[in-house]
C-alpha cells in the first residue's frame, strides 16, 4: 500500500495556509473566481466531517485526533484528502469500501463520500484551506447517545465486567463471566451494536484500530438459566463481535428475540495487548422493536466460504479464492460481510440463476476494519431457490499489503491471524414462496418499475412485466393470492409498457 509521511502531510497543510495567506499561491484568475464560488471549511467541509468523520473524530472519540473546528482539521488537510481519495481500498477514511462501479449501491447507514464531495475536499486542501464564513456552518453537532451508537441509542445496555490488559501481554484467547441483561420481558431486537470503552489515550494510542482496543473479537451468545444454574431452552447466538466492526441491523421484517431474563455468554473473547496498561470493558447496545411486533421471516445459515484448504503463495498478488453455495429457498440477502484475515485485499459476492450471472456487491477489505453492508430495505437481493451464491476473494500477500507482516510466507486455513478465513458472514432470511413473491410485488411498486429497468439481485421481479401472462379466473383459482397479485399487471405499470405488450398483459 502507498504510504503517506504521517508527519509530514500535516506539516504540509500549514504550508499551504502559510503560503496562501501571504498571497502567493493562487493565480489571479482563481481567486477572483472563489469570490463567489470559492470552498471553505464552514460552508462545505463541515457537513461533509458531520456527516462521515465526526461520530469518531470528535474529542473523546475511538479516533486519534477531533475534526470538528477549523483549527483541529486544518493540520491535517493534505492528510484527509489522501485518505478520503483512497475510497474503497485499505487505509480509506471513512472505513467504508463498497465500490461505487459496480453492484448494488444503496446500504444503510454509508457515510461514503460522493465524488463530488471528494472534489470538494481536495479543492479546499489545495487552494489553501479558506475558513469562510461561520455563518455558513450547520449547527454543530451534539455528541450524545445518537452519535456516540451510530444505529441510534439503544433500548438496552449490557455491559461486560471490565478486563485489564498488560502493555506487553501475549494474547488471551477464552472466555468470560455470563453476564444477565436484566431484561424483564421477551422483545425483539432491530438491532445491536458493541462498543468498546476503554481508558487508553487515544490521541497517544497507536495508529491502527487494534493498537486502540484490547477486545479483537467476542463470539456470543445469549441464554436463560433456571435457579440451579443449568440451561433453560436453547442458547441464541449473535452475531460475532470483531474489532471496529459496525452495528448488525437485522432484517426489519427478521428481528431477532432476546428472552426475559437472558444471560449473555462467551466462551471465546480474544484479548490483545495496545502496548501499555488498558483497563475496559464492551457495552452492547439492542435497540428494540415496540412491543406486540412479530417477526415474518426466521434467519437462515447459509454455509458460504471455505475454512479448510486456503492456499495463499508468499510474495504474489492478486490471487483469488472461490466458494459457493446454493440457495434452497427463496432468500432475501440482508447483510454482505466479508471475513478475511491479514491477506485479503478485496470480495465480491455474485448471484448465479439460471442465465443470470449478476454481481450483488464488490468491497475493499482492510484488516483493521472489519466491515458488514447492509442493504436497503429496497435493494436487499431476493433469490429464488436454487441460486447459487458464489464468492471471490482477492489475496494480496506482498510487501505491499501492510497488514501482512511477512510476506514470503505461504498463507493456509486457520483461526489464528496468522493463518486464514475466507467467509461471506452475511445475514439472510428466508421466506416461504407467498412471501417472495410478496417482496417481489412490493419491490415493483416502491421502486415504481417498468419493462425496461433492472433490478440487480432480483432476477424475477421484473418478469411479469417483461413476459406477461394473461390470468384466466381459472388459472387464478389454482393460485394464491400472492401468485396473482404478482403475475397481475398494474394499471400504473401498464403505462410505462408499449401497446402490443399490455394487450397481452390484459387479464380477462
Ligand atoms: C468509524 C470511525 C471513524 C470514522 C467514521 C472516520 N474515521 Fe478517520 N480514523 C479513525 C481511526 C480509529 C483512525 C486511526 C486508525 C486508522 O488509521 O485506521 C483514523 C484515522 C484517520 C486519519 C489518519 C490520521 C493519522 O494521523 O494517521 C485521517 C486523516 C482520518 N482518519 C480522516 C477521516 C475523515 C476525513 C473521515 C470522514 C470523511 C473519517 N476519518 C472517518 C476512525 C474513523
Same mark, same amino acid.
Given at each position: 500500500?502507498?504510504?503517506?509521511?504521517?508527519? %509530514?502531510?500535516?506539516?504540509?497543510?500549514?504550508?499551504?495556509?502559510?503560503?496562501?495567506?501571504?498571497?502567493?499561491?493562487?493565480?489571479?484568475?482563481? !481567486?477572483?473566481?472563489?469570490?463567489?464560488?470559492?470552498?471553505?471549511?464552514?460552508?462545505?467541509?463541515?457537513?461533509?466531517?458531520?456527516?462521515?468523520?465526526? %461520530?469518531?473524530?470528535?474529542?473523546?472519540?475511538?479516533?486519534?485526533?477531533?475534526?470538528?473546528?477549523?483549527?483541529?482539521?486544518?493540520?491535517?488537510?493534505?492528510?484527509?484528502?489522501?485518505?478520503?481519495?483512497?475510497?474503497?481500498?485499505?487505509?480509506?477514511?471513512?472505513?467504508?469500501?463498497?465500490?461505487?462501479?459496480?453492484?448494488?449501491?444503496?446500504?444503510?447507514?454509508?457515510? !461514503?463520500?460522493?465524488?463530488?464531495?471528494?472534489?470538494?475536499?481536495?479543492?479546499?486542501?489545495?487552494?489553501?484551506?479558506?475558513?469562510?464564513?461561520?455563518?455558513?456552518?450547520?449547527?454543530?453537532?451534539?455528541?450524545?447517545?445518537?452519535?456516540?451508537?451510530?444505529? #441510534?441509542?439503544?433500548?438496552?445496555?449490557?455491559?461486560?465486567?471490565?478486563?485489564?490488559?498488560?502493555?506487553?501481554?501475549?494474547?488471551?484467547?477464552?472466555?468470560?463471566?455470563?453476564?444477565?441483561?436484566?431484561?424483564?420481558?421477551?422483545?425483539?431486537?432491530?438491532?445491536?451494536?458493541?462498543?468498546?470503552?476503554?481508558?487508553?489515550?487515544?490521541?497517544?494510542?497507536?495508529?491502527?484500530?487494534? #493498537?486502540?482496543? +484490547?477486545?479483537?473479537?467476542?463470539?456470543?451468545?445469549?441464554?436463560?438459566?433456571?435457579?440451579?444454574?443449568?440451561?433453560?431452552?436453547?442458547?441464541?447466538?449473535?452475531?460475532?463481535?470483531?474489532?471496529?466492526?459496525?452495528?448488525?441491523?437485522?432484517?426489519?421484517?427478521?428481528?431477532?428475540?432476546?428472552?426475559?431474563?437472558?444471560?449473555?455468554?462467551?466462551?471465546?473473547?480474544?484479548?490483545?495487548?495496545?502496548?501499555?496498561?488498558?483497563?475496559?470493558?464492551?457495552?452492547?447496545?439492542?435497540?428494540?422493536?415496540?412491543? #406486540?411486533?412479530?417477526?415474518?421471516?426466521?434467519?437462515?445459515?447459509?454455509?458460504?466460504?471455505?475454512?479448510?484448504?486456503?492456499?495463499?503463495?508468499?510474495?504474489?498478488?492478486?490471487?483469488?479464492?472461490?466458494?459457493?453455495?446454493?440457495?434452497?429457498?427463496?432468500?432475501? +440477502?440482508?447483510?454482505?460481510?466479508?471475513?478475511?484475515?491479514?491477506?485479503?485485499?478485496?470480495?465480491?459476492?455474485?448471484?448465479?440463476?439460471?442465465?443470470?450471472?449478476?454481481?450483488? %456487491?464488490?468491497?475493499?477489505?482492510?484488516?483493521?476494519?472489519?466491515?458488514?453492508?447492509?442493504?436497503?430495505?429496497?435493494?436487499?437481493?431476493?433469490?429464488?431457490?436454487?441460486?447459487?451464491?458464489?464468492?471471490?476473494?482477492?489475496?494480496?500477500?506482498?510487501?505491499? /499489503?501492510?497488514?501482512?507482516?511477512?510476506?514470503?510466507?505461504?498463507?493456509?486455513?486457520?483461526?489464528?491471524?496468522?493463518?486464514?478465513?475466507?467467509?461471506?458472514?452475511?445475514?439472510?432470511?428466508?421466506?416461504?414462496?407467498?412471501?417472495?413473491?410478496?417482496?417481489?410485488?412490493?419491490?415493483?411498486?416502491?421502486?415504481?418499475?417498468?419493462?425496461?429497468?433492472?433490478?440487480?439481485?432480483?432476477?424475477?421481479?421484473?418478469?411479469?412485466?417483461?413476459?406477461?401472462?394473461?390470468?384466466?379466473?381459472?388459472?387464478?383459482?389454482?393460485?394464491?393470492?400472492?401468485?396473482? /397479485?404478482?403475475?397481475?399487471?398494474?394499471?400504473?405499470?401498464?403505462?410505462?409498457?408499449?401497446?402490443?405488450?399490455? !394487450?397481452?398483459?390484459?387479464?380477462?
Amino acid at each position: 500500500m502507498l504510504k503517506l509521511p504521517h508527519r %509530514s502531510a500535516p506539516a504540509l497543510g500549514w504550508a499551504i495556509k502559510l503560503v496562501a495567506a501571504a498571497g502567493f499561491v493562487l493565480p489571479l484568475s482563481v !481567486s477572483a473566481q472563489s469570490a463567489t464560488e470559492e470552498v471553505t471549511f464552514h460552508k462545505d467541509i463541515t457537513p461533509i466531517l458531520q456527516r462521515s468523520c465526526q %461520530s469518531c473524530h470528535r474529542p473523546e472519540g475511538v479516533a486519534p485526533m477531533s475534526l470538528v473546528s477549523y483549527d483541529d482539521v486544518v493540520p491535517y488537510a493534505g492528510l484527509i484528502e489522501y485518505r478520503t481519495h483512497l475510497r474503497d481500498r485499505a487505509g480509506a477514511m471513512p472505513p467504508w469500501y463498497a465500490e461505487k462501479d459496480v453492484g448494488i449501491q444503496e446500504y444503510k447507514q454509508d457515510p !461514503s463520500l460522493s465524488d463530488e464531495e471528494l472534489a470538494k475536499i481536495s479543492t479546499w486542501a489545495r487552494n489553501g484551506v479558506p475558513e469562510g464564513d461561520m455563518a455558513d456552518a450547520p449547527a454543530p453537532l451534539d455528541f450524545d447517545d445518537t452519535t456516540r451508537w451510530s444505529a #441510534g441509542a439503544p433500548d438496552l445496555i449490557v455491559r461486560t465486567q471490565d478486563i485489564t490488559v498488560e502493555g506487553q501481554a501475549p494474547d488471551w484467547w477464552g472466555d468470560i463471566p455470563s453476564i444477565p441483561t436484566g431484561l424483564k420481558e421477551d422483545r425483539y431486537v432491530k438491532s445491536v451494536e458493541i462498543r468498546e470503552v476503554n481508558d487508553l489515550d487515544m490521541v497517544a494510542a497507536g495508529g491502527t484500530v487494534g #493498537g486502540r482496543n +484490547i477486545v479483537h473479537h467476542m463470539i456470543w451468545s445469549t441464554q436463560v438459566f433456571n435457579d440451579d444454574g443449568t440451561a433453560e431452552g436453547i442458547q441464541v447466538p449473535w452475531p460475532v463481535h470483531e474489532i471496529a466492526r459496525n452495528p448488525d441491523i437485522f432484517d426489519q421484517d427478521g428481528g431477532r428475540l432476546l428472552r426475559a431474563n437472558s444471560h449473555v455468554v462467551s466462551n471465546s473473547v480474544h484479548l490483545h495487548a495496545t502496548g501499555v496498561d488498558t483497563t475496559g470493558h464492551l457495552e452492547i447496545g439492542f435497540r428494540f422493536h415496540p412491543v #406486540g411486533y412479530e417477526p415474518k421471516y426466521r434467519p437462515v445459515s447459509i454455509g458460504l466460504g471455505n475454512g479448510v484448504d486456503i492456499s495463499i503463495t508468499g510474495n504474489e498478488d492478486n490471487q483469488q479464492l472461490h466458494a459457493y453455495a446454493v440457495l434452497e429457498q427463496p432468500t432475501k +440477502i440482508v447483510t454482505f460481510e466479508p471475513h478475511l484475515h491479514a491477506p485479503g485485499e478485496r470480495m465480491c459476492l455474485e448471484a448465479i440463476w439460471g442465465y443470470t450471472v449478476e454481481t450483488l %456487491s464488490c468491497v475493499g477489505y482492510d484488516h483493521n476494519w472489519v466491515r458488514g453492508y447492509t442493504y436497503d430495505e429496497n435493494s436487499a437481493p431476493l433469490l429464488p431457490e436454487g441460486t447459487v451464491l458464489h464468492i471471490t476473494g482477492y489475496m494480496n500477500n506482498t510487501e505491499t /499489503n501492510s497488514n501482512v507482516p511477512d510476506s514470503r510466507n505461504w498463507q493456509g486455513s486457520g483461526n489464528r491471524s496468522v493463518t486464514n478465513m475466507f467467509i461471506d458472514l452475511g445475514m439472510r432470511v428466508a421466506m416461504t414462496e407467498d412471501q417472495f413473491l410478496e417482496e417481489m410485488t412490493n419491490r415493483r411498486k416502491n421502486l415504481d418499475l417498468g419493462p425496461n429497468d433492472h433490478v440487480i439481485g432480483c432476477p424475477l421481479c421484473l418478469a411479469p412485466l417483461v413476459a406477461p401472462i394473461e390470468l384466466t379466473e381459472e388459472d387464478k383459482e389454482e393460485m394464491s393470492e400472492a401468485m396473482i /397479485n404478482y403475475l397481475t399487471v398494474t394499471d400504473d405499470e401498464k403505462e410505462k409498457m408499449p401497446a402490443a405488450m399490455v !394487450s397481452r398483459a390484459e387479464v380477462q
